[in-house]
């Protein structure tokens, strides 16, 4: 039986992924407020557009189709008629109070024929100077913010707002508000498209705890790996649990306790699997990390463990091997693992088992896997970086051979 979600590994070979190119949304990122929005810098659109269209050609040269989200969610909507319900719920979740400014916005969609270009205006978010009236209220008198609606520019890393996991997807519940509205178009795309909506899921985005992909791994069809950090909480990975012992395969999940801060964001911004027995981690986790072993327990409960031992020999163990190697990302030398960390030198897309893409500018890192038998493709990433994500983390794949 086929599947139009089938991902049971991190290495099988990579069919079909989705990406989403970045679009005026970065546009729309100003010094004063990049903190709100969860950036760092500021990208050039241009470039970053090149860079990313780069990206896309690559994985189609390497025989992978390649999904964009934003025409997902167009093909959704048009499919069943649900331009003003999704227009209504983009809109209940902008923090846009009912008044003039709330009725002037959804015209504006409302009034927009192309559906593609609707949900790009979504994504790309609304300033004051676009919609123009009088107003009567202090708030808005005293404000010297200038978005009556943000932008999304954290959408082009398409691997956090939901994650495929074996046939189904969780449709995650995110850290920040600002990331959190990037999860109505999961929604759409799973319970409407017409090739993927009865999608099982194993998690639902209006859950009270936060889990974003980024910390979601799946290490083979009986083992899933999820990051206790900044962006997901314990009791997310509890009810993540539950629900995938009780519909699927899956018969642990490992839980990996990172720091808490925006260095270590992600599981998978210092820790990918890129075959079969060879990781990418970055060094400064190693040390402290600490691992739980979430297994099924009676009467659709779950056990907790702490996993004792080299976080080597824990991942061997998992996976049924006699050993595994960890690359460290930037060798031994600390400062280079630490500057190529910081520009996702350890979060690589693996496109088949011993084979990944990279951002070039890791060279420390690159030469390692080089020489530990990893074919690597390189590419430009000095603007798309910028938002403080690597190739794993602007891809999702929907499908992965079984290996």
Known sequence: ??????????????????????????????????????????????????????FAKLLESLGVEVLYLEKLVAEAIDAEGLKEQFIDEWMAETGLEPGQNYDDVKKYLMDMEDTYEMVLKTMEGFKKSEIKHESNGFDELLSNYPFLVDPMPNLYFTRDPFATMGNGVSLNHMYSDTRNRETLYGKYIFKHHPEYKGTALYYERDEDTRIEGGDELVLSKNTLAVGISQRTDKYSIEKLARNLFKETEFKEVLAFLIDNNRKFMHLDTVFTMIDHDKFTIHPEIEGELQVFSVTPGENGEIKVAKKEGLLEDILAEALGLDKVTLIRCGGDDIVAGAREQWNDGANTLTVAPGEVIVYNRNTVTNKLLIENGIKIHQIEGSELVRGRGGPRCMSMPFVREDI
């Open 1 to 54: 039986m086929s599947h139009s979600i089938n991902v049971n590994s991190e290495i099988g070979r990579l069919k079909k992924v989705m990406l989403h190119r970045p679009g005026k949304e970065l546009e729309n990122l100003m010094p004063d407020y990049l903190e709100r929005l969860l950036f760092d810098d500021i990208p050039y659109l241009e470039a970053a557009q090149k860079e990313h269209d780069d």
